[in-house]
């Protein structure tokens, strides 16, 4: 079975940073686009970021753009979010996730990001 484990978040004060990791198992993912999402209490999930197979292309969320960088180390089976400039509305539990075709299909189990003011 594959298995997808976020590490990395915590508590941060507002304007600090943290780097998010998404490791696989089970399986690789190289050959599939991945991407970050978030989801805060009461909210819908929202899309973050995602990179593709290689990382040639990436594509941002417009309110987290020139502040959050995803990354990916296919000989590792690792994605990762760096997170700067945090902002109390980042707060959130973030996912990552693998698309395979239109849709993303295998999630992780998430880890809490909360921004304090």
């Known amino acids: 079975q594959v298995q997808l484990v976020e590490s990395g978040g915590g508590l941060v004060q507002a304007g600090g940073s943290l780097r998010l990791s998404c490791a696989a198992s089970?399986?690789?993912?190289?050959?599939?686009?991945m991407g970050w999402f978030r989801q805060a209490p009461g909210k819908e999930r929202e899309f973050v970021a995602e990179i593709s197979w290689n990382g040639g292309s990436t594509y941002y969320a417009e309110g987290v753009k020139g502040r959050f960088t995803i990354s990916r180390d296919n000989a590792k089976n690792t994605v990762y979010l760096q997170l700067n400039s945090l902002k109390p509305e980042d707060t959130a539990v973030y996912y990552c996730?693998?698309?395979?075709?239109?849709?993303?299909?295998?999630w992780g189990q998430g880890t809490q990001v909360t921004v304090s003011s």
């Open positions: 089970g399986r690789t993912f190289s050959g599939y686009a």
């Open positions: 996730a693998v698309r395979i075709g239109t849709s993303y299909d295998v």
